[in-house]
């Protein structure tokens, strides 16, 4: 295949590993980014990158010009974006790109009112042949979000008891890349797909604070709080009120096990099992041994 691909949102936990994911396969990528100066200490130099950005319908043309395959997710952290995102679909059906690839979330086509949701339906009424990525949590939250929590020695989280089923997003990056270099692409109504994205285990965080504290030697405690409490710490994080909405109902599939779902997709599109949080945490332990 010798198509161009479009990466969006390329800065960003999965967006650099569906790059680096597609590099592998040694074929033409662009790269979207909102501050091209960003691209050298992201590695991206060697590669065509162009401004782009949801909000700013000019940069649109040069960024889809001669694309063929899109990779799509909507940014966090910007309230209505998926607004954006929508009108960008559009134009990418009017520069008759062949395929796109969106990433949402675990639960998505449950919540009618879920920004994600919005764009997944948009796409779904465009004529653009699509494959959805619904992936859970993500493994990586350890290491970003979650790490301040882990050098204080107690991950307070409102899961409870609930498990999930955490996913590498390396893995989910595999099977973006695979999808976007395959031969040939979904034609629409007839064989456009949604996957589920799970890592092969569904673990409770009274697990994961023991595998984190036996990996660094410091005892990591799990303190299951209020879900309400929970949001009233991310709003003064200054989140706004369309994420504190996703996080409720994100926290709500937990408590009701919706997230202990264990898939084989991973596997089944890439030919490899995907990675466990054991090997994860055993990879990235020096991460928080030296923020301990």
Not at 165 to 193: F, M, Q
Not at 237 to 257: C, F, K, N, P
């Amino acid at each position: 295949m010798d198509e161009r691909i479009l990466v969006t949102t390329a800065t960003g936990t999965v967006g650099r590993e569906v790059v680096a994911a597609l590099r592998a396969h040694g074929i033409s990528i662009r790269i979207g980014m909102r501050d091209r100066s960003k691209a050298q200490p992201l590695g991206f130099d060697d590669l065509e990158v162009v401004e782009f950005d949801f909000r700013k319908t000019y940069t649109y043309e040069a960024a889809l010009a001669d694309v063929r395959r899109l990779f799509v997710l909507m940014p966090p952290g910007q309230p209505g974006i998926y607004r954006d995102v929508q009108r960008f679909i559009d134009a990418a059906q009017q520069a008759d790109v062949a395929y796109v690839v969106y990433m949402s979330g675990m639960g998505v086509d449950r919540r009618p009112a879920e920004p994600m949701r919005h764009i997944e339906r948009h796409i779904m009424d465009s004529d653009l042949p699509y494959t959805f990525l619904r992936p859970n949590w993500f493994m990586q939250n350890y290491n970003s979000w979650l790490a301040p929590m882990i050098t204080a020695g107690e991950l307070r989280l409102p899961f409870n008891g609930g498990r999930i089923s955490l996913v590498d997003t390396r893995d989910i990056a595999a099977v973006a890349a695979h999808l976007l270099t395959a031969d040939n692409v979904p034609i629409k109504n007839e064989d456009n797909s949604a996957y589920v994205l799970t890592g092969p285990t569904a673990l409770d965080h009274d697990t994961v604070a023991q595998m984190l504290s036996d990996a660094i030697g410091q005892t990591i405690r799990y303190v299951s709080t209020s879900v309400e409490a929970n949001l009233e710490e991310l709003r003064g994080q200054s989140l706004s009120d369309e994420e504190i909405d996703t996080m409720r109902w994100l926290y709500a599939d937990v408590h009701v096990g919706y997230t202990a779902t264990v898939t084989s997709s991973v596997e089944d599109l890439t030919g490899q099992k995907p990675r466990t949080f054991a090997a994860y945490v055993q990879e990235f332990q020096h991460l928080w041994a030296q923020s301990s």
